[in-house]
């Protein structure tokens, strides 16, 4: 890669950062280009070039971060172990690591957003659903779920995990609960419940995995 194209890629991840950071700060309603221009320690004018609108930056945000949430799901989706162990740890992921990233997870899932953003969002809302698909057809053909259409069942497992976040996320909420462990199992035995078959034992409880670091910008 040549030398120009490296520095504009670190003035982009730079960028994201700041933008990142007004975001966990204040949230999107927050994210004004004057404001990610100061937190980046760059002119307004220079912002513009990297990000013409003030939308497309939103969407930058959505996308980079939302990606690292589908990749720690997916790995999860991927590993050895059970199905049922695998929807336990998928939903205690990402319940986890919002709580411990509260105000830049409200913005990618709740907050309202510029139209032209919020196709940016169900994108990765559908990623997502798609990582359950996976470990919904896999219980199935072990015999450990019942038999759904694994398209529905994907999309009622990310809208009960995610609903569940927001009397914790919202501005103006409690907050974190002060067991969020105990909290994350609960959001994950309701989402196992919705596919297992009746009688099946839950899987074993364990820590998840990815559970280490919040929802948070990565490099590109």
């Given amino acids: 890669m040549a030398t120009r194209e490296v520095r504009a890629l670190d003035k982009k991840t730079q960028i994201l950062r700041a933008a990142r950071s007004v975001v966990m700060d204040g949230g999107f309603q927050e994210l004004q280009m004057n404001a990610v221009a100061a937190a980046a320690g760059t002119a307004v ?12 930056l939103c969407a930058a945000i959505v ?21 049922s162990q695998k929807v336990r740890d998928a939903v205690r992921a990402f319940v986890l690591r919002a709580m411990r990233g509260r105000r830049l ?16 969002r169900l994108k990765y809302r ?7 698909e996976t470990i919904i057809k896999e219980g ?26 927001i009397s914790v996320l919202a501005p103006g909420a409690a907050g974190v ?32 995995v990815g559970t280490a670091e919040p929802i948070a910008l990565k490099k590109p």
Wanted: charged share 25%; glycine share 8%.
């Fill in 45 to 56: 004018g220079t912002l513009y070039r990297y990000f013409p609108s003030r939308a497309e």
């Fill in 63 to 83: 996308s980079t971060v939302s990606q690292r949430e589908v990749d720690v799901l997916s790995g999860i989706a991927i590993a050895e172990g059970e199905p």
């Fill in 126 to 132: 559908h990623a997502i659903a798609r990582v359950f």
């Fill in 177 to 208: 609960p002060t067991r969020p462990d105990e909290f994350a199992d609960s959001i994950a035995d309701l989402c196992l419940a919705a596919v297992a078959k009746p009688g099946r034992m839950p899987a074993e409880q364990r820590p998840a």
């Fill in 140 to 165: 199935i053909a072990t015999g450990e779920f019942r038999e759904l259409d694994v398209e529905v069942a994907g999309a009622c497992l990310v809208g009960a995990f995610m609903e569940g976040l």
């Fill in 105 to 120: 997870a409200y913005g990618l899932i709740f907050e309202p957003i510029d139209p032209e953003v919020e196709s940016t």
